[in-house]
């Protein structure tokens, strides 16, 4: 068993847990609504929220309490908050088991952050191939609103909030917290030059907050214990509370394990993961999802926090976290991720939908060694050309696989083109003809 | 009858939940998905006529999004999962043990029409991985035993018990379907 407390896993981890409502209410469920709407003020909400330290854990980090700030206080039209369950990081699958077993949990935080931004609706951006967590967030929506804790009149305290979901289609860039706005506004998923933020203009043009399905989680928890309890878990002051990794890969247990941050990648993957499916030893991890570049067992010992992981060159992302054994080709598995990029890049900015084309197609050709040494130089101009040169992080993202592999494993790089190089015995001079 | 006369209380329900019409668009586009299994043209251009949009309006956003199929697939949709994280724990092989079963590669139909193949970008289930998706289901930690079954179940019968219910990975301890440790 672990250590440490489980916040948001705790009531799934129950045996016998469904996640129906009774079973909710029976943990605790919903008094934090109860005690907040109508008894706290919002401004108020929004300061504990703040106080606790909680930072987005879709993949930024942004202080969730700062976010709400910005609001503008003066404006009295509608607001929105929309629940970014757009889980599609390849290496994350948290949100996924967050909604699907204790969908009440990321309710009760919708209507809690609804209330703090003085929002009357919100929608659940879901991704769109999870037909059966739709169905289990609906039937969760309807349990609560025949129960009172959603729609008019919550709890007779006056306040309104609806909740409705929304699928998505397929795209991974609607994980953007704009291009989540363009597509829940019908239209093609491309990210929106900022600023203007969506707290200022969002969905529809109007005050919009976006948050990830984990932030929202741990809002129940926050407001009923408060932020000093909050804050004092983890890897204070900057990385505070819980996270659930992801770990996926060549490990012996991979799943989901919530951990206090701060433990170090060692703990994780060999204490709760099991180690390493077989002997072979560890080659190489992605610590946060499949934008951030990939570590070398030497940075086992990394704690689990936004700056930690940071200095180490990488970043904590969504909290997927790969894991490779020995054997594994680093060109190889820099491909298969540039091949995931290539394939989503939405196409509203050149670098992007020019440089992952150019990326996967000399990787390819490294790949089946047919490579050049001047490749390699290639490689390395592209990712610079790409990276923060387009709208959204999406550039960054997708030219860290190859930059992390170049920096440690350039030698797989070389070895490939050596061969090339070596098949290609010798290029036929031009022949004079007189 | 026409789509909008068939689904006409669905649509109004859809059409409730936002206050600009063109946010339905998508839901809709659904809506007629589930009705053919594929988003025809006519019904592409009803939904425009719905929206107050034009047709091209709705063939841009339709053709942004993967998982609009606009022309017919089997009765069987497989998708594969080919992104890293399966990769590394053998989704090629599943791929490749598919393509012998059933005679097809990606972008093929059996000619019964009951199977289609497509490989897909990551689908969020990496810890249970070779997975892949079959109509609207998951089916995850594929062995080719699994494969089997869930093929020989879809069709005799037309759904599988093998199929993922509510997720959580690793289970609680306790529960039979814990991988040892």
């Not at chain 1, 609706?121 to 037909?131: H, K, M, N, P, Q």
């Not at chain 2, 006409?8 to 339905?24: F, M, N, W």
């Not at chain 2, 990769?87 to 490749?96: F, H």
Request: aromatic content about 8%; hydrophobic content about 35%.
């Amino acid at each position: 068993m672990p250590k440490h407390e489980l916040i948001l896993l705790k009531n799934m981890m129950q045996p016998g847990y469904t996640g129906s409502l009774p079973d909710y209410e029976k943990t605790g469920g919903y008094q934090a609504l109860r005690a907040t709407l109508g008894k706290t003020a919002p401004a108020d909400v929004t300061a504990t929220v703040r106080k606790s330290g909680l930072r987005g854990r879709g993949g930024a980090g942004f202080p969730t309490g700062v976010k709400w700030g910005f609001l503008p206080k003066d404006y009295h039209g509608p607001r929105y908050l929309c629940c970014n369950a757009d889980e599609s990081e390849p290496g994350t699958f948290k949100d996924r088991q967050l909604m699907e077993r204790d969908p009440h949990q990321m309710l009760e935080g919708i209507v809690l952050a609804c209330y703090a931004i003085g929002a009357e609706s919100a929608y659940i951006y879901i991704r769109g191939e999870l037909v059966l967590c739709s169905k289990i967030l609906e039937r969760a929506i309807d349990e609560a609103r025949t129960a009172g804790y959603i729609g008019k009149n919550i709890l007779g305290t006056g306040i309104n909030v609806e909740v409705w979901v929304h699928r998505g289609a397929g795209a991974y860039i609607c994980g953007e917290e704009t291009a989540l706005l363009e597509s829940l506004e019908g239209k093609r998923g491309l990210p929106r030059i900022k600023p203007p933020f969506p707290a200022t203009h969002g969905l529809y043009n109007k005050p919009t907050v976006v948050n990830n399905v984990e932030t929202l989680a741990n809002l129940p928890h926050i407001l009923t214990r408060g932020a000093d309890w909050f804050a004092s878990i983890g890897s204070p002051p900057r990385s505070t509370g819980t996270r659930v990794f992801c770990v996926s890969g060549h490990v012996k247990r991979p799943g989901n394990y919530e951990v206090p941050m701060g433990v170090t990648f060692r703990e994780l993957v060999y204490e709760h993961a099991g180690g390493m499916r077989s002997d072979k030893p560890m080659k190489a991890f992605i610590p946060g999802g499949a934008s951030a570049p990939f570590l070398t067992p030497a940075h086992l010992d990394v704690k689990l926090d936004f700056e930690s992981v940071a200095a180490a060159g990488s970043m904590l992302g969504s909290g997927g976290v790969t894991v490779m054994e020995e054997g594994t080709s680093m060109v190889w598995a820099a491909l298969r991720l540039m091949e995931f990029f290539y394939h989503e890049s939405c196409g509203k900015c050149s670098p992007c939908r020019e440089g992952s084309s150019w990326l996967v197609q000399t990787m390819r050709r490294i790949m089946a060694k047919r490579g050049r040494m001047e490749d390699l130089e290639t490689l390395s101009d592209l990712c610079k050309n790409i990276a923060g040169r387009t709208v959204c992080a999406f550039g960054d993202a997708e030219v860290a696989p190859i930059q992390g592999t170049l920096k440690y494993w350039r030698e797989e790089y070389v070895a490939l083109i050596r061969e090339a190089e070596a098949a290609n015995l010798v290029m036929p001079e031009p022949v004079a003809r007189g | 009858m026409t789509f909008s006369e068939k689904y006409k209380d669905e649509i109004a329900d859809i059409l409730s939940r936002y206050p600009v019409k063109r946010s339905a668009l998508i839901p809709l586009l659904y809506l007629a998905q589930r009705d053919h299994g594929h988003v025809s043209e006519a019904a592409m251009k009803e939904i425009a006529q719905l929206l107050g949009l034009t047709p091209p309006q709705v063939y841009e956003t339709i053709t942004f999004y993967t998982l609009f199929n606009l022309k017919p697939v089997g009765t069987f949709h497989i998708q594969v999962c080919r992104s890293l994280m399966c990769a590394l724990v053998g989704s090629d092989t599943v791929l490749e043990w598919i393509k012998v079963k059933l005679g097809i590669g990606p972008g093929e139909s059996t000619a019964d029409g009951l199977f289609s193949l497509c490989l897909v970008e990551c689908l969020a289930a990496c810890g249970t991985g070779p997975m892949m998706q079959i109509n609207d289901d998951y089916y995850e930690r594929l062995t080719e035993e699994k494969l089997d079954r869930i093929l020989y179940d879809l069709r005799s019968t037309g759904t599988s018990a093998l199929k993922s219910g509510p997720f959580m990975w690793p289970e609680p301890v306790g529960s039979a379907d814990r991988p040892s440790s």
